[in-house]
């Protein structure tokens, strides 16, 4: 005779019974948070103070390669 490989059953105590009964619609409900709960997103990647820096350097950058250009010429090619 060949013996059938049973899976054991886990026994559920009364308090855990109780608990999956009252979680048991959380179940349904994952992903429907409503939005005044969830984090609110910034639309811009990067914050002001960020981008004033970034200009502030490109564009300054430009000016002194200007500036540099007029007083020693322009290099030939």
């Known amino acids: 005779k060949k013996k059938k490989k049973t899976m ?3 026994v559920q105590t ?6 999956s009964k009252r979680h048991e619609k959380n179940i349904t409900k994952r992903g429907s ?5 969830k984090g609110k997103k910034d639309d811009l990647p990067l914050g002001p103070i ?7 350097v490109v564009v300054g950058s430009a000016f002194f390669q200007m500036i540099q250009s007029v007083q020693y010429g322009a290099p030939s090619a």
């Open 8 to 10: 054991a059953k886990k």
């Open 14 to 19: 009364p308090a855990m019974r109780a608990a």
């Open 33 to 37: 948070v409503p939005p005044s709960l």
């Open 50 to 56: 960020l981008i004033g820096i970034l200009v502030f």
